[in-house]
């Protein structure tokens, strides 16, 4: 992504005056899309154990371009980010340097790693789908199912340029190629109730409202939504679906992840690797598990009882990184067939 140079000054300007003053020994800073409410319980428990003192900074969006733009004056030690497309970008952007400590090797399967050790995944999600528990009496779909007949006008989902999406597009070409998964794309398009729009979470309310009767959602939204005590309406949309894993019985389904880098610059670089390890440790995975619903990917690690309770992840074999280099092409998929615009035939 290019940036301007009034965009890259207005980044420095942002970073100086919005930033605390880092010391450079007992401190670790984070630069997090992560939520504060899914990882304030890890920063807690890592200052707990360790004594380092940890500055985060939540941002949406643009994180990896802020790093970009402060270039060696970034405060940055540790980006936590998801998707993997972003844990790539960040690596051939030259964003990242080797995390070091061994817990990388022997904590966390060579598929959910970088091979130099620029990135590591921390946590895995699925996309799954969510069915109703009324109208859909399947209890074994692939992801080619769902551009059958028998599923015209009975599917939603979240806008196809979401990454979530462009993540299983990605999963379809690297499996498929791109003749097919256009192909398939077209029947999915043309079986959706509606223009894709809204978030996951709208998703599961059109089941709910007899919208669809198929959505295609993250696997963690069932546990945040269950256990939704702010807005306890989310436990109604929830109770009306059940999970269904795709391709369990073929090659798999398809998943993504949340992870982290270490900057190239960060000036605490023994400490960034302090968290890392800290992350990939049995209590930070569990955590994990725990409060986001989301599958350890260290894997002596049990997800959480309620993750477990809607069935076993059968995750699919593609590399994560032969799925990054297909994002850009399932982008253009995604634009060449109006996906957004919703059924066309």
């Not at 998707?83 to 790539?88: A, E, M, R």
């Not at 309310?205 to 007899?210: A, M, Q, R, T, V």
């Not at 989301?294 to 699919?316: C, D, I, M, N, R």
Request: proline share 5%; net charge negative.
């Amino acid at each position: 992504m290019k940036m301007t140079l009034a965009r890259l000054t207005s980044a420095l300007v942002l970073t100086c005056a919005t930033l605390p003053a880092f010391a450079q020994s007992g401190e670790v800073n984070i630069y997090s899309y992560r939520e504060q409410s899914l990882l304030q319980p890890l920063i807690d428990r890592f200052a707990e154990e360790t004594g380092i003192k940890a500055n985060v900074l939540y941002a949406g969006d643009g994180l990896l371009e802020r790093v970009a733009a402060e270039g060696e004056l970034s405060p940055a030690d540790v980006v936590l980010t998801v998707d993997i497309g972003n844990l790539v970008a960040a690596e051939e952007q030259g964003q990242t340097q080797p995390i070091t400590t061994p817990a990388l090797a022997e904590r966390v399967p060579e598929a959910f790693r970088d091979d130099d050790g620029n990135w590591t995944a921390l946590s895995l999600r699925a996309r799954v789908f969510y069915v109703s528990k009324d109208r859909v009496d399947a209890t074994a779909l692939s992801y080619d199912d769902i551009a059958e007949p028998e599923w015209k006008g009975r599917l939603c989902t979240r806008p196809g340029d979401h990454a979530y999406n462009i993540g299983l597009i990605a999963q379809r070409i690297a499996l498929n190629g791109l003749d097919h998964t256009r192909e398939w794309l077209t029947k999915v398009r043309d079986n959706l109730a509606m223009a894709p729009t809204g978030s996951d979470r709208a998703q599961v309310k059109n089941i709910l409202e007899s919208t669809c009767d198929l959505a295609i959602v993250n696997t963690y939204y069932m546990g945040a939504m269950l256990t939704n005590e702010a807005e306890p309406e989310q436990k109604d949309w929830a109770n009306a679906a059940r999970i269904v894993y795709p391709d369990f019985e073929g090659e798999g389904t398809q998943v993504n992840v949340a992870g982290g880098f270490i900057a190239k610059h960060a000036p605490n670089a023994a400490n960034a690797n302090t968290l890392i390890e800290f992350l990939l440790s049995d209590e930070a995975q569990q955590i994990y598990a725990d409060t986001n619903f989301e599958f350890p990917v260290v894997p002596e690690v049990e997800p959480a009882e309620l993750t477990q309770s809607w069935g076993e992840l059968k995750a699919s074999s593609v590399p994560l990184t032969q799925v990054a280099s297909y994002r850009d092409e399932a982008a253009a998929l995604v634009d060449e067939l109006r996906f957004n615009e919703g059924p066309q035939d």
